[in-house]
């Protein structure tokens, strides 16, 4: 629960500070958050498994950059950028801030010693980064970029790409690092992975539909001239 909401508080500063529609995709926002803390969670929780901590990292930002290419539809070189800064740089930055405001309360050897701390530390940070965004927004400190101007052709089919093979890498690799101990909480680790990238796909791909329908009146026209 504590890592949904600081992914939906990471989202929504993201998204608010650059004008990217926040509101409007907030169900698929939760669905992704939700996701992406149940792979954390089963990392976590599969303590023997140790080299499966690459995992996390690897998984959110490739679920944000994606979520950003195929549901808000941004070019993908700008996604890149704004996974970085909005997505993973200004989220930390606040936890910093709040783990060195704390006391000591959360510092690195407490949030070892104490996992309730850990989840406090994720609720508090999401919770923060909702309320300034919400701040931004009421307010209007926001950027807006023209994204439009670094926009390529190949990006739709690279979208696709990294949809398709990061649902299958992900889960194929964490089969093989543990090939001779696959337990429940891995299993479920893999389905988790694998369906939110599918899901992502699934925006992916109905983008490229649109954009063929959208296309498509025009090409008939050229065709008839």
Known sequence: MSQTIYSIGSFAIMLILL???FRKHIKTIIVVSILNSIINYLVYF???HIHLGFIVPIISVLITFLY?????????LWSFIVTVTGG?????VIQLAITFGSLGYFMPNELKNHIDRNYALDTIS???CCLVAFILYTRGWSF????DKLRFKWERIT?????VLASISLPTAIVVLNIHDITKGLTFLCISSFLAFVFLLGYAL?????ENDYLNPFKEVRHHD
């Open 19 to 21: 004008k990217l529609r």
């Open 88 to 92: 993973i740089v200004v989220p930390v």
């Open 126 to 128: 999401g919770v923060i």
């Open 144 to 147: 807006r970029f023209d994204f």
């Open 46 to 48: 599969n303590t023997g």
């Open 159 to 163: 979208v696709i790409t990294i949809s």
């Open 206 to 210: 109905k983008k490229e539909k649109d």
């Open 68 to 76: 950003l290419s195929a549901v808000t539809k941004v070019p993908t």
